[in-house]
């Protein structure tokens, strides 16, 4: 007993033997950093471990973070600064406790952009790799607080008042567009990750860059070989002709990422530095054209393609000739330019253009889902429905009459040719658009989800909490599909004879045109023409076929 | 003559303590009268700084430089010998589970018998008290303690602001070389090792410096930066230390040494028959972790477990704002003790 008391009488001094253990040892000091006084917490930690600097200089380098603070570009950068300047010292356990990496990674998001414009990088203290991860210790705001809650003017004191207090306006994620207006959209701030992470973005620009290519060349080819041997392509094949116009130009805005920046093509600036997702503004004429070259030639290509199976009917359902049908050409040209026109229009009129979050180009339907069902969804629809009840219309005829032709013994080869041609592109045509318009509905279903609880936020009473996010390659499916129309159109120029229209015309261009032309017309109108002598009277045919001037007799007949 | 160790340390303890709680009860002070306005809470000159030196260090006889810088700069001298102080509570710590500890080699400025020898462990204590007591004189200076620092005299508060304490770390060396190398016509082997020995420990501060840099400009930008030195951690200097201990060097006249190496004499007498080693703490062992080697330290005598069972707070978690919520947890360790007859020396 007497040992073990001596032992202990002569440990303990030697446990509060240096005057260097105030100054060396670290322990909890109350805050006296003026740009932090006011925390949530009042103890930190001394020395401060994390800058590795005295205590003579912590003050002055707060003071360098003071115009970075007062630009409020998150709504926790205050309390992100102080924690790396006080980190919290719990009472009882002296450590140094300091923000979480993913806090760290969000105000970087959010105020990188700031800095960036006056050519500063982001701060050496603030370095996103010297944050811990859990399950260190660190400090992170709940999930209300930074997803869901909202800006207040200052950090709480108390956690019960933060919880209990009633929202007032956007998400801290979200761009209040008119603070004065309670009805006002809460926009999705310019380059944020609210629906979609940075890896759905690039993986959907990056195939959607390609298939624009892809499509937008196979496109352009098809126009030029239509442009370059235009006699030879009559309706309904000429229809393929403006089709394949405007499947390249709708292309167009999807390679614009290749050249134009995600903000510029499709951001709108507010007056306090903030810039969001363009709805329904004009200010951006990237977005406008974007949204005119995409939504006007798309719409445009589903109605000449509704005009195709519409001429299709008529000549081979109801056996007009292609005269007859070329002499109605500016009905169909009407058609199809007008309509596209005035549902431009009135997109335009109702302020329906949006920019989507995962491609950042401008359209319809992005972020408003009614828009996206009646000016995507029904128009689309309707163009597939009626154009395939006209093409079933039309190749039941053709079948009709290709076994009336059998009966008879003549050659069919031709127009089963024509039919196969014309069964590959409608089917390269519509199942595209039927995949496109099952992943519209999709897209439909999940904004009208997120809209309520995003860009309509401030019209609910309570909090805003997101549904689950969206899949992306669904929305991927869309974009995909929607670039693949463009390859319908090689089934009418993948011959032998675009090989010689293109030989004519780089190396002779007029010259030798008119010899391969006499040849084929001959050949391909006894088929499309088929005479309905009966085969009971052989010697009437004979006598035509000796007379080349009988040969035209029977067709005006018929 | 024996008891006066016991008398200073004991002075220093008590006043050490009455510091530290006077220290603690100001600390609870939101605001402390005449302290800067927007200052960070400094840690005061400590009031054993403010005395001037003991006696045992004013009338020195083996050190006559200490005599001397006691008359004329007693503030640097006594964070020198604390310095010194700490740096043996650390070597002890270090070696604690090695058969010399250590824990009797006595502070190099009242001239311990174990610094009239050369052996191996000599040059530890001669390298240690001199890093320590440069470290010491070092971290006095940062903390504003001795006037006479460079940081002072040159700039001010200027030097403060911008460019930290740089000069604290040479001043610490300084100061160190002048009060710890004996002067006299007296030239032996020995005090050549001595004197390597000394100047190993102040490379090892100088070693160890860390650099610190700070970025000026709007919002922390690195539009302009400065950039200082200084000293390590003291634990971090006596684990540098102690590796050049552990690969110390015979000294022959004719060997050639670096002036980072530890050198000695003559061999080191065995531990096992200098002291008795009964009650030392030869092992300790919990879930996780062995240190100690008990067959070796203990001489061969046996040696007893006792089982502790500590309760320690673990898995903590943050709660936002601001709590840490705790798991309490059982730590069991294994404490193991060398047996034999306790020796005279600890009991009062």
Known sequence: MMHSLGIILLFIPLATGSIFDQAVKGKCIPIDIELCKDLPYNYTYFPNTILHNDQHT?????????????????PHIHFFICSVFAPMCPIGMPQAVTSCKSVCEQVKADCFSILEEFGIGWPEPLNCAQFPDPPELCMKPTEDEITGGFSAPRLPTKGSSSSSSKPTGCPSDLVDVDPHDPKSHCAFACQSNVMFSTDNKRMVRSWSIWFAAANAGVALFSFLTFAIDRKRFRFPERCVFYLSLCIF??????????????PIRSCHALGNGRSYLSIGTFDNSYC???????????????????????????????????????????????????????????????????????????????????????????????????????????????????????????????????????????????????????????????????????????????????PTPPQAEIYMTAVISSLATGFSCL????????????????????????????????????????????????????????????????SKVV | MRAAPFDFFFQSTALSTFFILCSLATNEIPTISGAPAGKI?????????KQGCPSDLLHSRALRSIQLACRTHPATVISAFEGVQEGLQNCANRLRFQQWDCSEAGNIMHDPPLLRQ????????????????????????????????????????????????????????????????????????????????????????????ISSCKCHGV???????????????????????????????????????????????????????????????????????????????????????????????????????????????????????????????LIF
């Open chain 1, 288 to 466: 406008l054209a974007s949204f005119l070259l995409n939504y006007f030639f798309s719409t445009a290509a589903a109605l000449w393609w509704l005009m195709f199976s519409f001429t299709l009917y008529l000549s081979g359902g109801r056996k007009w000739v292609p005269e007859g049908i070329e002499a109605c050409s500016s009905y169909v040209h009407f058609v199809a330019w007008g309509l596209s026109s005035l549902a431009t229009i009135i997109v335009l009129i109702f302020n329906k253009v949006d920019a989507s979050e995962l491609t950042a180009l401008c359209s319809v339907g992005n972020l408003n889902s009614i828009a996206l069902l009646w000016f995507v969804i029904v128009p689309r629809t309707i163009c597939i429905v009626i154009g395939t009840c006209f093409i079933v219309g039309g190749f039941a005829s053709m079948c009709r009459e290709r076994i009336s032709f059998r009966t008879r013994g003549t050659d069919t080869s031709k127009l089963e040719k024509l039919m196969v041609k014309m069964g590959f592109f409608c089917a390269l045509f519509i199942l595209p658009n039927v995949i496109e318009l099952v992943c519209q509905c999709y897209k439909f279903m999940i904004l009208t989800q997120w809209t309520r609880m995003t860009i309509d936020c401030k019209q609910q009473s309570g909090a805003c909490h997101r």
């Open chain 2, 219 to 345: 919002s922390g930008s690195c539009q302009q930066k400065t950039c200082w030195k200084r000293t390590a951690t003291l634990e971090h200097i006596t684990d540098y230390l102690v590796e050049k201990y552990a690969r110390a060097k015979l000294y022959t006249d004719d060997s050639v040494v670096k002036t980072t190496d530890l050198i000695y004499l003559e061999a080191s007498p065995d531990v096992c028959k200098a002291k008795s080693v009964a009650g030392r703490v030869c092992a300790w062992r919990n879930e996780t972790h062995t240190q100690g080697d008990c067959d070796r330290l203990c001489c061969g005598n046996g040696f007893s477990i006792r089982h502790e069972v500590v309760r320690v707070k673990c898995d903590c978690e943050f709660v936002w704002c601001c709590n840490l919520v705790c798991k309490d947890c059982i730590q069991h360790r294994w404490i193991s003790t060398c047996n034999g007859t306790p020796p005279k020396s």
């Open chain 1, 249 to 262: 130009i709708s292309s167009l805005p999807y390679l614009t990422p290749l050249f134009i920046d995600a």
């Open chain 2, 41 to 49: 809470v400094q840690p005061p000159k400590p009031n054993i700084l």
């Open chain 2, 118 to 209: 050369g052996f191996r462990e000599s040059s530890l204590i001669w390298a240690l008290s001199s890093a320590s007591a440069a470290w010491g004189v070092a971290t006095a200076c940062a903390q504003g303690w001795i006037d006479d620092c460079a940081c002072n005299n040159q700039m001010g508060q200027n030097e403060y602001e911008f460019g930290g304490c740089t000069h604290g770390v040479q001043h610490g060396i300084t100061a160190s070389r002048k009060l710890l190398t004996k002067v006299g016509a007296v030239n032996t082997l020995l005090r050549k090792v001595e004197k390597h020995n000394l100047k190993a420990g102040r490379l090892a501060i100088k070693k160890t410096l």
């Open chain 1, 491 to 554: 089934m009418w120029v993948l011959s032998a004879k675009t090989v010689h229209a293109w030989k004519n015309f780089i190396f002779c261009g007029m010259c030798s045109s008119a010899p391969v032309k006499n040849p084929i017309e001959p050949s391909t109108r006894p088929l499309l023409e088929p005479p309905t002598a009966p085969p009971p009277q052989p010697p009437v045919y004979m006598q035509m076929a000796t007379n080349p001037q009988n040969s035209w007799r029977p």
């Open chain 1, 58 to 74: 912590l003050q002055t380098h707060t003071e360098h973070f003071k115009p970075l603070m007062k630009t409020k570009c998150h």
